[in-house]
């Protein structure tokens, strides 16, 4: 038996209609390549780009807002004038903590780049420059004027190029935008910087005005009141842990002449090319007297400010920037300032000038010690006790805070707080008392702190004509965007 093997037909059978394949087409063809080619390019632009776009729809975080129209200028200025090219717009975890932006360490989300202002977003991928997220309200406005006019100005060594060309108009609209940067925590940064400028400016006037001038009546003056209050007590009466030698000073001298020149001046009179932008403007250290007793000009007191800055003022906090070693060293140079420390040929420890502050300084001082740790005269504290420092740091909602209420109940009062004919003994949580019963519009602690200063302490124009306008057009920093821009 046998099987009937059946014919093989020599071309397969195709269905009707259906041209037979023709087995040696399936080459590699240029147009297979080029249709496979395009078939892999749309799902990946379908994966990365379609579908995000159109499904990944995050809400405004809690910290965004919409730009204003001003705001919105400036970021063409920022777009125009190649500032993506050094600067980024984002923080990463990385970056938070290590970034001179660390007191506001945020990390950025997603939330926070909505609407017209963010798109398309200012990522970034260059930090040349710092991280710009996150940079409203750490300068006041009139430090961005100087540094935007000369980066060289207010940073000796920048490498950030002049934009002296720009208008005043768009430099304006450029620090507006800067300020929006980190949203709403940074529109309660600025608010803080507009209130404490607006103290600093007032607290100046009584001193210029003679009236409780510094140690002309033997208290110290409003304006150094202010200052001290700025400053943990711990450190108002501290000496220098580090002895006065010549490769001390010699270190404090570079610190100076890399850092500081630009607006404290290369003979340390006050006068750097960034001054004239500055109000307040920046202090000279080359009084001897003032270096020997002023009220705010002890080692320690001095430490504190450059470390963490004078809020409202120019003055910028130098903790991520200078090592605790180096800022102890040009704190001792500063003392040899008006002995000649930065004229001669190098600066030697006779020069040194020691503080010993003043009687009427220890006096006012001890309203705000407790008993048992009363300064004595001609006292420097090496270190501090363990429990000094107790003004809150963080204050509640609808609190005054501390620094406020001292100095603008010194500038109302244009008397000492405590310890004189007229007034009976005032310490910190009398003078707190007082203030947080006000309702005139002392500056309460909380998210609607419109108010800063009691009209009657406020200027008029007699005020010194370095003052920019702009600072006190901000009336209300913190009021909705006159239009929205989402
Ligand atoms: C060539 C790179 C470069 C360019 C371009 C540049 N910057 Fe800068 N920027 C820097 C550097 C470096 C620093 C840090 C030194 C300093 O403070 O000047 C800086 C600092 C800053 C700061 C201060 C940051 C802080 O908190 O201290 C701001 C704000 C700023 N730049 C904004 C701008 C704007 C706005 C533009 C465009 C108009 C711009 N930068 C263009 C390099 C650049
Ligand atoms: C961008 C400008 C600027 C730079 C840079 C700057 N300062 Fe200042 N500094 C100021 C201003 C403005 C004040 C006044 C603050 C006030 O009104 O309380 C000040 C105040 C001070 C004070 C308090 C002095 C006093 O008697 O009130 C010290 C100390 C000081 N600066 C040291 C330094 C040192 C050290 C450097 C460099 C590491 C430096 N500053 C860099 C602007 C600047």
């Known amino acids: 038996m046998s099987r009937t093997i059946p014919d093989i037909p020599s071309e397969p059978v195709h269905p009707k209609n259906w041209r037979p394949h023709p087995a040696k087409k399936m080459l590699m063809t240029p147009l297979m390549a080029t249709v496979g080619a395009m078939m892999a390019f749309l799902t990946v632009v379908f994966m990365v780009v379609i579908l995000p776009t159109t499904t990944f729809e995050p809400a405004p975080s809690d910290n965004w807002r919409p730009l204003n129209d001003l705001e919105m200028e400036g970021r063409n200025v920022f777009l125009a004038n190649g500032c993506i090219y050094c600067h980024s717009g984002f923080t990463r975890p990385q970056d938070a903590y290590a970034s001179q932006y660390y007191v506001y360490g945020r990390v950025s ?60 108009d768009e430099i304006t609209a450029l620090i507006a935008f800067t300020q929006s940067r980190g949203g709403k925590l940074a529109d309660l940064r600025d608010a803080h910087q ?131 070693d180096d800022i102890w060293k040009v704190v001792l140079f500063l003392k040899t300032i008006p002995n000649g420390g930065l004229t001669a040929e190098v600066p030697t420890p006779d020069m040194y000038i020691r503080w010993e502050g003043y009687p009427g300084l220890y006096d006012w001082a001890n309203c705000f010690f407790p008993e048992s740790m009363q300064p004595q005269i ?86 010194p004509p370095s003052l920019l306008p702009q600072v006190w057009d901000q009336t209300n920093p913190l009021a909705a965007p006159d239009s929205g821009n989402r």
Request: glycine letters at 12%; charged letters at 15%.
């Open 109 to 168: 989300e997603p939330g926070d780049y909505e609407g017209d202002g963010e798109t398309p977003n200012l990522f970034g991928t260059i930090r040349t420059g710092p991280d710009l997220s996150q940079s409203g309200g750490f300068h006041p406005d009139d430090w961005h004027y100087a540094h935007y006019t000369n980066a060289r100005y207010t940073t000796p060594f920048s490498i950030m190029p002049s934009f002296s060309f720009l208008t005043p």
């Open 194 to 324: 507009a209130t404490m400028k607006m103290i600093e400016i007032a607290s100046g006037d009584v001193a210029a005005s003679g009236e409780n001038g510094d140690r002309s009546d033997g208290y110290p003056a409003a304006s150094a009141v202010k200052n001290m209050m700025l400053i943990e007590r711990g450190y108002w009466f501290a000496d220098n842990p580090l002895p006065v030698t010549q490769q001390n000073l010699v270190r404090g001298r570079e610190v100076f002449q890399e850092r500081c020149v630009g607006c404290h001046g290369s003979q340390g009179d006050g006068n750097g090319p960034a001054g004239f932008y500055m109000n307040p403007s920046p202090p000279g250290f080359d009084v001897a007297d003032d270096q020997q007793h002023g009220s705010d000009t002890s080692p320690g007191a001095y430490y504190w400010r450059i470390l963490r800055g004078v809020p409202g003022s120019a003055m910028e906090n130098f903790g991520t920037r200078l090592s605790v």
């Open 378 to 463: 001609g006292d420097l504290w090496a270190s501090a006790p363990a429990n000094i420092g107790d003004v809150p740091g963080i204050v509640g909602e609808g609190e005054m805070n501390p620094v406020y209420a001292v100095t603008l109940w010194e500038i109302n009062n244009n008397a000492r707080p405590c310890g004189t004919a007229g007034f009976e003994q005032t310490t910190l949580p009398d003078i707190l008392q007082e203030a947080n019963g006000r309702s005139d519009g002392f500056a309460l602690q909380g998210t609607d702190q419109t108010p800063f200063i009691p009209a009657s302490m406020q200027h008029s124009d007699t005020l």
